[in-house]
């Protein structure tokens, strides 16, 4: 069994991204708009922030208050849409219930929007004509990418149906040409299915349900879940210590998946900003 190094792998990454700004006739630019003060979302913001640094991005947070209206939002999107200077704009999930979230994604130009959450990115990843594809499922092609797994004609299984991960993994598996299923809560005799992929991502947010008897031998096992027990302490989707023993490759959590997702946001921002036209 080898463990997938997402820390080793996203530096690697994160260090030729960094050559290739440092050759570009533009600086890239990033901006992240926060609504409210989610304690979660301040730390992810400012983990992109400290990312978008280490590889020479221009990165700014534009932190709005909870009372933020829908209205209000949608104006700052479109100042950053029609700023050249910024490639890439981003607004932290989950926003205050007040607003729609749907309308917010939607605002985003398609080439700035580097999380690939609108729905021109999203359509465009299934007709197979990918302009940005969502960071965590882009993250593990390149693992795959890294430790030679080959997708063509395996069977594969996603667990989990979200338009951030599950779907667009599903669809980028296919298009390595895999056979793909996409398992969700409604999937009769998960187990059965699990068992039967070689290779398997799980993407539930349930603390470390897929356990050794659940996962093929010698399949690769891609954990997306990030789960806090009470002591604070991180957990995946798969049960690690049980499922290691089974797999032939394995991503651990933490120093896996979490910091590939972030390298990837870098590296479409970077892509975003030699399509543009300055
Ligand atoms: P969502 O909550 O949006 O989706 C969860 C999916 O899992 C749903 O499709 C749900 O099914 C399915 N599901 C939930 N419980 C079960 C179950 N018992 N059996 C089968 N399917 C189940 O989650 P996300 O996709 O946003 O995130 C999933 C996990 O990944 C979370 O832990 C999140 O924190 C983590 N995450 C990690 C990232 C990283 O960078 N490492 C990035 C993004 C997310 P249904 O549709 O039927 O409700």
């Known amino acids: 069994m080898t463990i997938i190094d997402g820390k080793t792998l996203s530096a690697k990454i994160q260090a030729e991204l960094k050559r290739e700004v440092d050759g570009m006739p533009i600086h890239p630019g990033l901006v992240a708009i926060l609504v409210g003060d989610d304690s979660a979302s301040q730390i992810y913001v400012r983990g992109k922030e400290r990312d978008a640094e280490k590889v020479g991005i221009k990165s700014e947070i534009v932190r709005l208050p909870e009372t933020t209206t829908e209205q209000e939002l949608l104006e700052v999107i479109d100042k950053y849409n029609q700023d050249l200077v910024w490639h890439g704009i981003i607004v ?165 998946v979490g910091l590939m997702t972030r390298t990837m946001l870098m590296k479409q921002t970077i892509e975003a900003a030699k399509r543009s036209k300055l």
């Not at 580097?114 to 969502?134: E, K, Q, S």
């Not at 070689?198 to 399949?219: M, W």
């Not at 806090?228 to 049960?239: E, I, N, T």
């Open 92 to 256: 932290q999930l989950p926003l205050p219930k007040h607003i729609n979230e749907d309308h917010i994604l939607m605002k985003i130009l398609p080439e700035k929007d580097v999380d690939g959450f609108h729905p021109t990115n999203m359509g465009r990843l299934w007709a197979g004509n990918p302009l940005m594809i969502p960071s965590t499922p882009a993250g593990i092609m390149e693992m795959f990418k890294e430790y030679k797994v080959n997708l063509d004609g395996k069977r594969a299984v996603v667990v989990g149906r979200s338009n951030i991960v599950g779907k667009p993994m599903a669809q980028l598996l296919m298009m390595g040409n895999a056979t793909v299923t996409i398992a969700h809560s409604h999937t009769k005799n998960l187990s059965e299915l699990t068992r039967e992929a070689d290779i398997l991502v799980v993407a539930i947010g349930q603390d470390r349900f897929i356990k050794a008897t659940d996962v093929k031998s010698g399949a690769v096992v891609i954990d997306v879940g990030m789960n806090r027990d009470s002591a604070g302490k991180l957990h995946g989707d798969v049960d690690f210590d049980e499922v290691e023993k089974v797999a032939s490759l394995i991503t651990p959590v933490p120093g896996g």
